[in-house]
């Protein structure tokens, strides 16, 4: 991988089962893969849906992604992450 969330994948997946919005649903099988570059400040950004569900489940996945940890700098400045989100 070219980063990792600030914390660890752990503390992404914890962050994720405690906000996400859709959490006390039952499973889905929907997921939702993102594709998203890295700003100086460990931010997300261009995000784009490579893989998408129904659109409350992308809005969802995106605001995930934003509001989670940050993440840490890539070696490669333009490289993109791609990270799954499941509903």
Same mark, same amino acid.
Do not use: C, H, T
């Given at each position: 991988l070219a980063s990792n969330?600030?914390? !660890?994948?752990?503390?992404?997946?914890?962050?994720? /089962?405690a906000n996400n919005a859709f959490a006390t649903e039952p499973q889905t099988g929907q997921e939702v893969e993102l594709s998203f570059k890295i700003d100086?400040? !460990?931010n997300p950004k261009d995000i784009e849906i490579i /893989?998408?569900?129904?659109?409350?489940?992308?809005?969802?996945?995106i605001r995930?992604?934003?509001?989670?940890?940050?993440w840490e700098k890539p070696e490669k400045a333009r490289e993109r992450m791609t990270f799954t989100i499941n509903f």
């Open positions: 969330p600030v914390g !660890g994948w752990d503390k992404m997946f914890d962050y994720i /089962k100086r400040k !460990g /893989k998408g569900a129904e659109s409350k489940y992308e809005q969802e996945a995930l992604l934003i509001n989670g940890p940050k």
